[in-house]
């Protein structure tokens, strides 16, 4: 899409990324090719267990797909991840704090990174910088006023609705996507869900002409007293 100074780029970018290979993780951008010299990074959550639900476009058809995610982090932030519902189920990734790695749905590995102290979430939803971001965004009133009210994982949540006008839209996107995207008219608009006591993000949707086009929502927020060290292995 072309570059735009609104808030609305923030989903936007978590949007776009969803359509590239699929992935559990993002490196923050601290990571350097020497590890030594990465910056640490500030988990978001710690002692938590977390299930949320992704809405995406598919890869294969014109139409979304969910996926419902669990995710458990240690006092550290080290984390793993999991798709418990929806295609891939049983799909896995595993930062112990040392290495990163993914695995497939028969328990496979298919994927390991060295990275002992910039991984920053499984999600950028779940990021210190993505949630600091849209806080921040709200705090100097750039969403303007509360337009609801919802409840999301039993968490009283304000919703902020921010509309932009036609932009440019990929033409790959519209070549796959034809029932969300249109050659010329393009309204976008982004929905984000906020705990009531500003604490986190609850939700962000992303919609094309009124059509739901991608969104993240939590289903459950447990914080742990107890975190078992072999969550962070696979079996």
């Given at each position: 899409?072309?570059?735009?100074t609104?808030?609305?780029?923030?989903v936007?970018i978590?949007?776009?990324?969803?359509l590239?290979?699929?992935?559990?993780?993002?490196?923050?951008?601290?990571q350097t090719?020497?590890?030594?010299?990465?910056?640490?990074?500030?988990?978001?959550?710690?002692?938590?267990?977390?299930?949320?639900?992704?809405k995406?476009?598919?890869?294969?058809?014109?139409?979304?797909?969910?996926?419902?995610?669990e995710?458990?982090?240690?006092?550290?932030?080290?984390?793993?991840?999991?798709v418990?519902?929806?295609?891939?189920?049983?799909?896995?990734?595993i930062w112990d704090?040392e290495?990163?790695?993914?695995?497939?749905?028969?328990?496979?590995?298919?994927?390991?990174?060295?990275?002992?102290?910039?991984v920053?979430?499984?999600?950028p939803?779940?990021?210190?910088?993505f949630n600091?971001?849209i806080?921040?965004?709200?705090?100097?009133g750039?969403?303007?006023?509360?337009?609801?009210?919802?409840?999301?994982a039993?968490?009283?949540?304000?919703?902020?609705?921010?509309?932009?006008?036609?932009?440019?839209?990929?033409?790959?996107w519209i070549?796959?996507?034809p029932?969300?995207?249109?050659?010329e008219d393009?309204?976008?608009?982004?929905?984000?869900?906020?705990?009531?006591?500003?604490?986190?993000?609850?939700?962000?949707?992303s919609?094309?002409n009124?059509?739901?086009?991608?969104?993240?929502?939590?289903?459950?927020?447990?914080?742990?007293d107890?975190?078992?060290?072999?969550?962070?292995k696979?079996?």
């Amino acid at each position: 899409m072309t570059k735009r100074t609104s808030t609305w780029i923030a989903v936007a970018i978590v949007a776009m990324a969803i359509l590239l290979a699929y992935n559990f993780y993002l490196l923050n951008t601290t990571q350097t090719s020497k590890e030594d010299e990465a910056t640490p990074v500030k988990p978001f959550y710690t002692m938590s267990r977390i299930q949320y639900v992704e809405k995406k476009l598919s890869t294969k058809e014109d139409a979304l797909e969910a996926r419902t995610y669990e995710v458990v982090f240690d006092d550290q932030g080290h984390f793993r991840t999991e798709v418990i519902e929806g295609p891939s189920t049983g799909t896995t990734a595993i930062w112990d704090g040392e290495m990163f790695r993914e695995y497939d749905a028969d328990g496979k590995l298919v994927n390991e990174t060295e990275a002992s102290k910039s991984v920053s979430a499984p999600r950028p939803f779940l990021s210190r910088g993505f949630n600091e971001q849209i806080l921040d965004f709200i705090d100097k009133g750039d969403f303007g006023q509360i337009e609801g009210e919802a409840d999301i994982a039993g968490n009283a949540a304000d919703v902020y609705v921010k509309k932009e006008p036609a932009s440019t839209v990929p033409d790959e996107w519209i070549k796959q996507y034809p029932s969300f995207f249109d050659k010329e008219d393009n309204q976008e608009e982004a929905t984000y869900y906020v705990a009531s006591d500003r604490s986190k993000v609850l939700g962000a949707e992303s919609r094309n002409n009124g059509k739901l086009f991608y969104s993240v929502k939590m289903k459950k927020i447990e914080s742990l007293d107890e975190f078992d060290p072999a969550w962070l292995k696979m079996k």
